[in-house]
């Protein structure tokens, strides 16, 4: 059985605390300005580290942060160079535009297509690059990027759409019209991220024992998976399409350079926004520990094919095995 190796993390991924860390490290904004030379620089790096050829002028400061940009840029599994747009790091300013846009098309009552298709075909982007790519088979070719991203989008805005059509149809209560932008993204997400990552249900994820050895694949392991991913994308906006949306109304009320120049609408939605989904982001992804775990006797009732895979490849006898669930 094959082992995985990996570099040290400077911090503990088994409390909240450590795991939050790590993801405000990885998600640092500053890591948007990285070249691709640095980042192929790291990766160098980092596997002469783990051949245990590194230069001995190489510094613990120098070397944790290459680690840093490998970990921000590299896919885990494929080692393959994320596209900067599909990057966590990413986020605060590519969400947080399209986050203000529909917002502020809310406020209209004029939201379109156009616009819920644009948010929609980001998130299946950032879908498909934070994916778990260890499955039996990989969907990298640009054929079935595609159609996936097609098939993630067109569903997933058509959903968007007419939850937040239906909502404001039925909603008066100004608090509980609030929530309506939330309402509509979280529809969104429960509909992209199973469509854009429909291989690992298909074909399954890799689990490994404790000894990090690798003993099979797992459909409900990446179903599972993907269900946290949905609760920290969900987790991620609600604070800032919440609050954003409340701030807001109060400055419109209370402040009448506010309430007059509607320009400056659109920047404090989206400069807010990204402000507060720089803090969300660890704090969303820290929720559940990178590699997940599940126990050998839900696989012996849920799947069962997993189940038998490890029974037949541990070579101890194991009560939890663990995955990485994607991000």
Request: glycine share 6%; proline share 4%; hydrophobic share 40%.
């Amino acid at each position: 059985m094959e082992t995985v190796k990996t570099v040290s993390c400077p911090w503990n991924l088994d409390s909240y605390f450590g795991r939050w860390m790590y993801y405000s490290w990885i998600t640092n904004p500053k890591l948007n300005f990285v070249t691709s030379s640095m980042i192929e620089e790291a990766k160098l790096i980092r596997f002469s580290y783990l051949n245990g050829s590194i230069s001995n002028d190489m510094t613990d400061t120098r070397l944790l942060y290459e680690h840093q940009i490998y970990e921000n840029a590299i896919h885990p599994h494929t080692n393959e160079v994320q596209n900067i747009f599909g990057r966590l790091s990413f986020m605060p300013i590519g969400k947080a535009f399209l986050v203000a846009v529909l917002l502020t098309q809310l406020t209209k009552n004029s939201s379109s297509y156009v616009w819920h298709g644009l948010n929609q075909s980001y998130d299946s982007l950032v879908n498909f690059t934070n994916r778990n790519g260890d499955t039996k088979f990989i969907p990298t070719t640009q054929f079935r990027y595609g159609i996936s991203v097609l098939a993630a989008t067109v569903t997933s805005t058509l959903a968007a759409f007419h939850i937040e059509r239906f909502l404001l149809s039925k909603i008066c209560h100004p608090i509980l019209y609030r929530f309506v932008p939330l309402i509509t993204f979280a529809g969104g997400s429960f509909i992209n991220v199973p469509i854009m990552r429909h291989q690992e249900i298909i074909e399954g994820v890799r689990i490994y024992d404790c000894n990090k050895e690798k003993v099979g694949y797992s459909k409900f392991a990446g179903l599972k998976g993907i269900g946290e991913t949905i609760v920290t994308r969900i987790v991620m906006l609600a604070p800032g399409v919440v609050l954003i949306h409340y701030l807001e109304n109060v400055l419109d009320n209370k402040s009448c350079w506010f309430r007059k120049n509607k320009w400056a609408h659109f920047p404090f939605k989206s400069i807010g926004f990204g402000i507060i989904l720089i803090g969300m982001l660890p704090t969303a992804c820290a929720i559940f520990p990178q590699f997940s775990s599940i126990q050998l006797c839900t696989l012996k009732r849920f799947d069962k094919e997993a189940y038998n895979q490890v029974t037949e490849k541990s070579t101890e006898h194991t009560d939890t095995l663990y995955f990485n669930k994607g991000l």
